[in-house]
């Protein structure tokens, strides 16, 4: 038997373009959170696009960077968390962030995520002669983690306001079922 948690935050995982940030920004507004985007957290740490990151000190670097940042959640408290595409799919970042927050995991098919994810073609891993190809092998490498998720909500040809409202239905389940302060 696992022990209750307290869940203080939601954490949004998932593949780039699933709707983290919109869902986060709705959930926030509708929980009165703070919401955090991670990547735009970053971008403000270090003053570079995360683009510029990956081209001039590597991924591996952004994902030790993003490692200490979810050390740093552990102390927040009523924030709703949207992360990198990339954070969640760390089994390390999935057990860190499940000590203070329910995950929710967005989910679409490779199709969908493509259909939003090209008109920002910006975004460092889509930079590659096959971007579809590149998201299907990313998806198929990091679903073991993504599953692993409190809870899988597919936002595919559903509107943002079903995908919050089940969202939040979940949080406020797992927080009924939390221990006494």
Known sequence: MQPARHIRNLAL???MATGKSSVGRAAARALDFQFVDTDALIESR???KISEVFSQVGE???REFERRLVLEMKGWDRVVIATGGGLG???ANLTALREHALVVCLWASPEIIWSR??????????????PQGRIRQLLAERAP???QADVLVNTERRPLRRVVQQVLYHFHLARSQRPPA
């Open 145 to 147: 983690v993504y599953r």
């Open 89 to 91: 799919a760390q089994m």
């Open 13 to 15: 995982i998932g593949f």
């Open 60 to 62: 591996a670097w952004f």
């Open 117 to 130: 994810a090209r008109r920002h073609m910006h975004r460092p891993l889509l930079q590659t002669p096959d």
């Open 46 to 48: 270090l003053d570079r």
